[in-house]
């Protein structure tokens, strides 16, 4: 049950029902907003509504809140009502609705905090994107599990959600690429031959040069440089993969940029644009007039050799997306791309579609510190954090943690001596312990050898410790968290959620024990069902998160 949905409609019902009787003037009503209270001691929820509507009214908010209660029909969720200066409408929960929190998580189990905003709509999360032109370092992580994350989130409140990859094989860097891989594999062969300054210097770069050289000695020296480039880009995109994967995220499409050409897709979007007016030449380039968009000046979308700037084939593939029918689309781009992510969406617009079913989520940079330094990073030269040397470091679940544990306005310093700390000052640490405690209470349970189903009808009315009904009252937030990150499409609010539950649950861990002398075995039972809900609630979280629930620390 979402009681502030609830109570938002029960307020607009005795809001009508005032006017109705002449106790309030009749005005459109707004909407009715329901807050949880900063002081507990005002009650579980408040609203402001009275206040808003002090202008409409021409009556004081405190006046009309008294109307307003005076004409509330009261639910039996609902212990107390009241006024509160300068015009707050208070309500708290009874104990019972608080205690019936505890199967509401046990029957919804994986699904609980589901919410139906999104329900029968299709929606595309497009996040990382990295060239395939190197391992994924740390930088990239950042969007792919900011991605992952809200694209878990969506699916809690009903779309069903695409995840995808957008690689960008083709262009000058894939050409760099093929350039760098053979002058490697020349180098392996005897040759005596240099790299460019623009060419890459990775090491993965070396040895996939010798992975050729093992297999074919120097039989390919005759070989152009795109087969070179074809085969390493295929071997980076298979190692991003792996790296993702790695980090629990699975891409459910990937799409080759390339695929646009082969398609006919980017010069199809190019000639419906000069259909439509909005391409000129100048300088032997095509130009975008983006400006009649708003764009501060055109923009040029093929040079005077006949290369695509990136711009076309990014139009031409958010045209595609436009014409995929999705209701929502969320494109998740590092902080380079502010400039550059509205130009795009005006190409849509000017092939004649609308754009505001898509929305720009732009991150700042993480930077890496080690032992109190900052780890430098470049893909290019070769002196970057691969993701996959992290995971070895710290394992999956800190990575994924921290890359969400700001908002995306904000940088990150990832702490590596931090995320490996085994103590409550990590807080990955803090939020899965909350879940191994709830195990080891189920361990010892059947360790004294009682029944491990004993609590199936355990008399609930008996969780009346104010641990317990604090940690009842965060559960109950779970959908608005949901609701918020999919409409503001911020992930930090899960992972402050996380946190603050873990705070609320190890100190009931601490004063509300289950196997203990002193504990009838009644209140027993009702704990433990208590605690089988919040183990069950921990991993709900935990998965939103996409981290692990481990059983054992």
């Known amino acids: 049950m979402r009681v502030n949905k609830e109570l938002s409609v029960i307020v607009a019902q005795a809001i009508e029902k005032a006017q109705a009787v002449g106790a309030l003037p009749q005005f459109a009503l707004p909407e009715v907003a329901i807050e949880r209270p900063r002081d507990l001691s005002h009650g579980d929820y408040a609203s402001p509504v009275a206040l808003r ?29 009241s006024v509160a200066a300068p015009g707050f409408i208070n309500f708290r929960l009874t104990t019972a609705c608080l205690q019936q929190v505890v199967e509401e998580i046990l029957t919804a189990g994986m699904d609980y905090g589901r919410i139906h905003l999104g329900d029968g709509k299709k929606a595309q999360v497009e996040c990382v994107s990295a060239n395939p032109t190197g391992p994924i370092h740390i930088g ?29 094989d083709a262009g000058r860097q894939i050409t760099l690429l093929g350039e760098t891989t053979k002058i490697r594999y020349q180098q392996l062969c005897g040759q005596n031959v240099e790299l460019g300054a623009d060419h890459y210097r990775g090491q993965y770069i070396i040895d996939i040069a010798r992975e050729l050289y093992e297999k074919h000695g120097d039989s390919l020296l005759g070989k152009p440089v795109s087969f070179f480039a074809d085969y390493a880009k295929d071997r980076i995109s298979a190692m991003q993969k792996e790296s993702l994967r790695r980090i629990n995220i699975v891409f459910d499409v990937y799409y080759r940029e390339q695929s646009l050409y082969e398609s006919g897709r980017v010069w199809q979007a190019l000639e419906e644009l000069e259909k439509r007016g909005y391409v000129y030449r100048k300088d032997n380039a095509v130009w975008f007039r983006s400006t009649a968009f708003g764009d501060e000046k055109d923009r040029v979308l093929v040079k005077s050799t006949g290369e695509p700037t990136y711009r076309m084939p990014d139009i031409a593939y958010h045209w595609h997306k436009a014409q995929r029918g999705f209701d929502l689309v969320v494109d998740i781009f590092g902080p380079d791309h502010h400039a550059t992510a509205p130009q795009v969406l005006m190409g849509v617009q000017a092939l004649g579609y609308r754009t505001d079913f898509v929305r720009t989520v732009l991150h700042q940079i993480v930077t890496l510190i080690k032992d109190g330094q900052e780890v430098k990073m470049s893909t290019r030269a070769g002196t970057f954090v691969a993701l996959d040397d992290l995971l070895d470091e710290v394992g999956a679940d800190p990575i994924r943690y921290f890359m969400i544990s700001r908002s995306g306005n904000s940088p990150i310093e990832f702490d590596v001596n931090l995320a490996i700390e085994q103590s409550d000052k990590n807080p990955v640490y803090y939020i899965q312990n909350a879940h191994v405690r709830c195990a080891g209470i189920f361990r010892r349970w059947a360790e004294v050898g009682k029944d491990p189903n004993a609590d199936q009808n355990a008399d609930l009315s008996l969780l009346t410790n104010e641990h317990e009904l604090a940690f009842l009252r965060k559960a109950m937030e779970l959908p608005d968290v949901i609701e918020l990150m999919v409409t503001q499409l911020e992930p930090h609010h899960i992972a402050f959620y996380a946190y603050e539950l873990a705070s609320l649950f190890h100190p009931t861990y601490e004063n509300c024990r289950v196997l203990h002398s002193e504990v009838p075995e009644s209140l027993q039972l009702a704990r433990l069902r208590f605690y089988r809900a919040a183990k069950m609630l921990f991993a709900r979280v935990l998965d939103l998160m996409g981290m692990s629930a481990p059983e054992v620390m």
């Open 140 to 168: 990239r992580t950042r969007g792919g599990v900011m991605g992952d994350t809200l694209a878990r989130a969506l699916r809690a409140a009903g779309y069903d959600v695409t995840l995808e990859y957008y690689y960008n």
């Open 53 to 81: 509507l002090a202008r409409l009214a021409r009556m004081a908010p405190m006046k009309i809140a008294e109307v307003i209660v005076a004409h509330l029909e009261r639910p039996s969720f609902l212990a107390d009502v």
